[in-house]
């Protein structure tokens, strides 16, 4: 037994390992520029500004462990090249021509022509700044070519005269196939993935693009979704449990409940429709006065403390929401188990010594048909999670929910990421749990050997 | 049988007949969309010449209906010769200014007459909420379409490869596998340098770009094939110890680390990415994470299947595993898959439906249910235009559900 269970926790930490380089690729990939959001900068700020910036983010050092890129790119070289626009220019034209050390030539002479005091001469300035916009923009070298034909200057002439010969030079060539071959670093631990995944793995997440730290913003946040979330579920396993048990007491005479036609037509109504429906109904002050009892958006503290009545204003209708689905599907599964476990012969010797039969049920049936449900335990609460994203975004709770569906509309990717991870690892150390419980607890699976599930 | 029980039968009868119909209805409303809501009549004379301008219009979008030209620009609201109007004459997107501003389906409205009343009424800049909801079945059916189509053959292909190998069927030497390990990497990096590169040269992706992507990706695939099956026998080294390899446990792993995240969450996490995800992309992405339900279930209905005699028996009788899964195996699966696939799909349109409720997903100017809700979610007071909508998601998602589970039970 203990060598299946140490198997299962070797498999997870590998798991865990595959999932967090998932999540960081996405984070890395995200929509964006990293470095204008961490640091609030745009690429009008001094090159030394940015190179503090990357340093201090670790944005100077490769992404993975591992770093594989073409022969004809320095990647460590193009890392520290700002703004992100220029940055794309210098690669594309690294892959036009394949010769890095004539493009870094190429970068270095039109950054001269650019940083250059124009401010005697207005038209060439005029000139400049619409060359600077597109080198900044990731154009082409083509485009290059007509711009600065168009500028004719003594002032420039010479360094102009450079660049174009330098332009015409590196059109000629272009990569052959041997320059494709991957170039493969080993960057040791000094690398972006080593600082999160050593920091995720403690929760320690870093900064978010809005400034504040992720861990302060989970802080504020988690109490109120773990509370509203634990009411909410608690709340509809009772439901459940008293509704199945009323609806099978005659279990006998009728194998069928109009409960059950019911619970299909529940089970399709959406949260966020039933959110709305309950939102016009019971919170609308203007239209229905007699109803509009609740109220949305965030139970603040006030002066005179927590009050009872406006705690139940605010979070009574979430709950409904959140609790509503949950109640149907436990419903549905609890039912359909209950009607198969009906048949079994230790039914059949109760009933036989006369126990009554709504005691069969929460005494006998309830407890071996409930226990599958317990396996959901595990991924419970990224299943919460992902139920109050909604509810939460609805309601105007600044709960996790709130706060992930802001992050992705704000584009802050290191919250987002974040909770993400920590749904991730909660949902798998679930799966964990309950296996070694299973182990545990389970005779059959003790006697036998391992199948990984 | 008692007399509530046959009442209850009935119930359970009627809702199964109210969902084929339901589900009829909405994909006759899908495919007809054109007749049912535009605002061009289905047919006009205009100028002596007959013209069906509520399709011809869109097959000259496409290009190859030239005729068209000539009544492009035609006010057909005002058009006064001939013309036999669909039964809601306005589309999902045709504004009218005379009735903008949540007009409630109660009220009087502005209209020319019945014919043009505006039946589930209009959103803030006038557009017709019955249109939107006809226009919203088309969307739904791509999603079904699209999701279960690709959901299931992914499931199926992956799932059918679990069930049917297992972890003690595939032999390989150490050679092959390490070749094979080996070799994935080496593809990756090629169809990555050759897209990127296409990108940085070109500008974009040309579709000649993404089939010599594919060509790469097959090359490698057939290379592997080729020496697993062609040239390994002939190398003396390969042939000396062979390892299983545990198909079924790589599949589980692959299915544990997919389920480690919700739905939501990875769907999330995976639009961050894109700047601006199309409506297709969304659908494939979905169909990239609902695969997973299927999998396990036609993982579990193989396995079920495999153990039977007439499989052993066909291997016995020397058939390919190609023949022995589609002949044999497939066939017993295919009701269990297809009520799999009916789940999968409802549950894909809740979720479509619940993003662009959030404003998720959907491009501007597309209309669905969920957007149509969304506009209901910020104007409270105009009910309309989140009752009609969600009873329509509702009916067709409790259709599907009742369906499969009616299915089931006959399977």
Request: net charge positive.
């Given at each position: 037994m203990s060598k299946s269970i140490g198997i299962r926790i070797l498999l997870f930490i590998p798991t865990l390992f595959v999932l967090s380089i998932c999540l960081f690729g996405l984070q890395e990939s995200a929509r964006g520029d990293q470095v204008a959001s961490l640091c609030g900068i745009d690429g009008t700020v001094d090159e030394r500004v940015y190179l503090d910036c990357i340093k201090t983010y670790n944005?100077?050092?490769?992404?993975?462990y591992i770093s594989v890129s073409p022969q004809f790119v320095d990647a460590e070289v193009l890392r520290t090249i700002f703004p992100a626009g220029k940055k794309q220019t210098i690669e594309q034209l690294a892959y036009q021509t394949g010769d890095w050390d004539g493009t870094i030539h190429w970068m270095q002479l039109m950054d001269e022509l650019i940083e250059r005091d124009y401010s005697l001469q207005a038209e060439l300035q005029v000139q400049i700044n619409a060359l600077r916009s597109k080198y900044w923009s990731g154009l082409s070298l083509v485009g290059f070519q007509n711009q600065l034909e168009q500028i004719n200057h003594p002032e420039v002439d010479v360094l102009i005269s450079q660049i174009q010969n330098l332009s015409t030079e590196l059109t000629q060539s272009s990569p052959s196939f041997s320059d494709y071959l991957p170039q493969i670093d080993w960057n040791g631990s000094a690398n972006r993935f080593h600082h999160w995944w050593s920091k995720a793995i403690v929760f320690e997440f870093g900064q978010s693009y809005s400034g504040r730290s992720v861990n302060a913003l989970i802080k504020g946040a988690i109490l109120r979704t773990l509370l509203l979330n634990l009411i909410a579920f608690t709340l509809a396993i009772l439901l459940a449990c008293s509704l199945v048990i009323w609806s099978s007491r005659k279990l006998n005479e009728q194998s069928r409940h109009p409960l059950d036609g019911w619970s299909s037509i529940f089970l399709a109504i959406p949260r966020f429709w039933l959110a709305t429906v309950l939102i016009f109904l019971f919170a609308n002050q203007a239209r229905f006065a007699a109803l509009g009892f609740f109220d949305i958006g965030a139970f603040t503290l006030t002066s005179s403390g927590i009050s009872l009545i406006g705690l139940i204003k605010v979070y009574t209708l979430p709950i409904i929401c959140l609790a509503f689905p949950i109640t149907w599907s436990i419903y549905k599964h609890l039912r359909d188990k209950i009607k198969a476990e009906w048949k079994m012969p230790y039914v059949q010797s109760a009933r036989a010594k006369g126990i009554p039969e709504s005691k069969i049920i929460r005494q006998y049936v309830l407890p071996n048909s409930i226990n599958p449900l317990l396996t959901i335990v595990g991924s419970l609460i990224s299943r919460l999670l992902a139920g109050s994203i909604i509810i939460e975004s609805i309601f105007a709770i600044p709960g996790l929910g709130g706060l992930l569906f802001d992050a992705f509309l704000s584009n802050d990717w290191p919250v987002l990421y974040a909770l993400c991870f920590i749904a991730g690892v909660m949902t798998l150390s679930g799966y964990l749990l309950s296996d070694i419980l299973y182990f545990i607890f389970d005779p059959k699976l003790r006697k036998g050997g391992m199948k990984y599930v | 049988m008692s007399k509530q029980q046959s009442h209850i039968r009935s119930f359970q009868s009627k809702a199964y007949a109210f969902a084929k119909f339901w589900l009829k209805v909405i994909v006759f409303i899908a495919l007809a969309l054109e007749f049912l809501a535009s605002d061009k009549p289905i047919v006009a004379n205009y100028e002596g010449k007959l013209y069906l301008p509520a399709i011809g219009q869109e097959l000259f979008d496409l290009g190859c209906?030239?005729?068209y030209n000539v009544i492009r620009r035609v006010d057909w609201q005002n058009h006064q010769g001939f013309k036999l109007m669909p039964l809601v004459p306005y589309s999902a997107q045709s504004l009218d200014f005379a009735n903008n501003g949540f007009k409630s389906p109660f009220e009087s409205q502005r209209v020319e007459s019945w014919r043009y009343r505006h039946w589930l009424g209009t959103d803030k800049l006038g557009r017709d909420v019955l249109a939107g909801i006809l226009t919203g079945c088309r969307i739904s059916l791509k999603v079904a379409l699209i999701v279960g189509f690709v959901a299931g053959l992914i499931g199926l292909i992956l799932g059918g490869f679990a069930g049917y190998f297992g972890n003690r069927t595939i032999k390989w030497s150490i050679t092959q596998i390490v070749l094979t390990i080996l070799l994935i990497p080496v593809t990756f990096y090629a169809m990555y340098m050759l897209g990127k590169s296409t990108l940085m040269v070109t500008g974009d992706f040309t579709f000649k770009t993404i089939l010599s992507l594919l060509g790469i990706f097959g090359i490698s695939i057939s290379g592997l094939w080729l020496f697993q099956k062609k040239l390994s026998p002939l190398i003396p080294s390969t042939r000396r110890k062979l390892v299983y390899i545990p198909v079924d446990q790589l599949f589980n792993m692959l299915i544990v680390l997919l389920s480690a995240l919700p739905v939501t969450l990875i769907l999330l996490a995976i639009l961050g990415v894109f700047k601006s995800p199309g409506f297709n992309l969304t659908m494939l992405l979905y169909a990239g994470i609902f695969w997973i339900f299927i999998a396990r279930i036609v993982r579990g209905e193989v396995i079920r299947v495999k153990e039977k005699n007439y499989i052993l028996s066909a291997r016995q009788l020397g058939l390919s595993h190609w023949k022995i899964f589609w002949r044999h195996i497939f066939p017993n699966i295919k009701d269990q898959l297809l009520v799999t696939m009916a789940m999968t799909v409802s549950s894909a349109l809740l979720l479509e439906a619940a993003l662009s409720y959030l404003g998720i997903g959907m491009a501007a100017g597309e209309v669905s249910w969920g957007i149509l809700l969304n506009q209901g979610k910020s104007n409270l007071n105009a009910y309309w235009l989140s009752i009609f909508p969600g009873i329509f998601l509702i009916a067709t998602v409790f259709s599907i559900n009742t369906f499969a589970e009616q299915e089931k039970r006959g399977a």
């Open positions: 944005l100077d050092q490769a992404a993975f | 209906n030239k005729r």
